[in-house]
C-alpha cells in the first residue's frame, strides 16, 4: 500500500477547512495523509519511516482515523474530536447527561432550549470538559454517526 502524506500547501488546505468549519486555533503536529477522503495521522518517528523514498515495507494498516471531508466539509471522528476538539471555537454544542446517554446509545439528540447550531453543519459534542464525537445538525436535532460497535448501553454504567 502507498502511503500518500500530505505536503505542506495540502496540509495548509486542510487547516484552511478546519479554520471555516470550526474555527480551529491550533496546529497539526503529526505526518497528515488522506485515503478516499478519510484523513489519518501518524506520529512523527513513525512518519519519517513511512516517508523514506527507500523504505520498503508490507504494512497492512497504519495511522489513526481523525475523520473525513466531503464537500469542504470535515466530520470528526471520536479520536479526531478529543484531540483537536479543545483548539476549536466554533460549532461546538454542549450536551447534558440525558442527551450523552442517548448519543451513547446512538441515538439522534434533540437540541433543547438554549443550545444553538447552524443548520446543515457538522458540530463537535461536547459534555462537561469531554469531547465525545461529531454530529450533524438537521432542524434542531444532532444525527449520531457513532459506529455500532462503539455504542455503549449507557444503563449499565454511571456518568459522572
Same mark, same amino acid.
Given at each position: ?64 482515523? %481523525?475523520? #473525513?471531508?466531503?464537500?469542504? @466539509? +470535515?466530520?470528526?471522528? =471520536? ?7 479543545? !483548539? ?48 450533524? %445538525?438537521? #432542524?434542531?436535532?444532532?444525527? @449520531? +454517526?457513532?459506529?455500532? =460497535? ?7 454504567? !454511571?456518568?459522572?
Amino acid at each position: 500500500m502507498k502511503i500518500n502524506f500530505l505536503n505542506s500547501k495540502e496540509k495548509k488546505n486542510f487547516i484552511e477547512v478546519l479554520k471555516k468549519n470550526y474555527e480551529f486555533k491550533g496546529k497539526i503536529e503529526h505526518y497528515l495523509f488522506e485515503k478516499e477522503e478519510k484523513y489519518f495521522i501518524v506520529n512523527n518517528e513513525i512518519g519519517k519511516i513511512l516517508n523514506a523514498k527507500d523504505i520498503k515495507l508490507n504494512i497492512n494498516s497504519y495511522g489513526l482515523y %481523525i475523520g #473525513e471531508l466531503r464537500h469542504e @466539509n +470535515f466530520r470528526f471522528s =471520536v479520536e479526531g474530536a478529543q484531540i483537536y476538539g479543545k !483548539e476549536c471555537n466554533k460549532n461546538i454544542v454542549e450536551i447534558d447527561k440525558e442527551q450523552t446517554r442517548e448519543w451513547f446509545n446512538g441515538n439522534n439528540v434533540v437540541l433543547i432550549k438554549g443550545q444553538k447550531a447552524e443548520d446543515k453543519t457538522y458540530v463537535l459534542i461536547k459534555y462537561g470538559d469531554l469531547f465525545i464525537g461529531c454530529g450533524r %445538525i438537521d #432542524e434542531r436535532i444532532i444525527m @449520531n +454517526f457513532l459506529p455500532k =460497535v462503539r455504542r455503549i448501553a449507557t444503563n449499565d454504567f !454511571e456518568m459522572q
